[in-house]
């Protein structure tokens, strides 16, 4: 029994033993797995400084890339406009003669002429208004007026016309509408 006893106690020791070695053991591994945590940490904040920078770097060419069309764009048609400001240029400094307003009128009808062109060339077209159905998407309506001979809402005086680019609205026409 004694023998038992002793050989007990022993076992108990071993345990006792594996058991502190695994406790001093611990302090190190949690220390090992913190600095791993720390590490990762460390990287994971590396790489989200590094994703914000290349996200603002990309926003700010975004917005280069976009200003820089932008203004490509506006001056293309810029420079088709300027012929056009050359001839209004050149109508104000003409004599005012005998035949004065008739020249005047051919040399407006001619600029209205280049412009619409250069609005066609651009793919801006106007939208039909006199004789159409009034239709808010297209149309102002400025006034209602009663109207014999006209459908109810139908547009029967257009005041200011109104543009399309390709599907787009630039500018819905100004009319008065027929009222039934």
């Avoid at 302090?27 to 590396?46: F, I, K, M, V």
Wanted: hydrophobic share 35%; charged share 35%; net charge negative.
């Amino acid at each position: 029994m004694l023998a038992k006893a002793l050989k007990v106690p022993a076992v108990e020791d071993n345990r006792t033993n594996e058991t502190a070695s695994a406790v001093d053991s611990a302090p190190a591994t949690a220390d090992t797995d913190q600095s791993e945590l720390q590490r990762q940490r460390d990287e994971y904040y590396d790489l989200l400084l590094r994703k914000s920078a290349e996200f603002d770097n990309y926003r700010k060419r975004s917005e280069r890339d976009r200003q820089s069309l932008s203004e490509a764009a506006a001056a293309s048609v810029i420079e088709e406009l300027l012929p056009l400001m050359d001839d209004l240029e050149r109508a104000l400094k003409a004599d005012a003669g005998a035949d004065a307003v008739n020249a005047y009128r051919r040399g407006v009808e001619l600029i209205h002429k280049q412009l619409g062109e250069i609005l066609r060339k651009r793919g801006v077209r106007p939208v039909e208004a006199l004789g159409a159905d009034f239709d808010p998407y297209f149309h102002q309506a400025v006034t209602y007026e009663p109207a014999e001979g006209r459908r109810d809402g139908e547009v029967i005086e257009e005041f200011r016309r109104g543009y399309m680019l390709g599907d787009r609205l630039l500018r819905p026409s100004m009319v008065k509408v027929a009222k039934g």
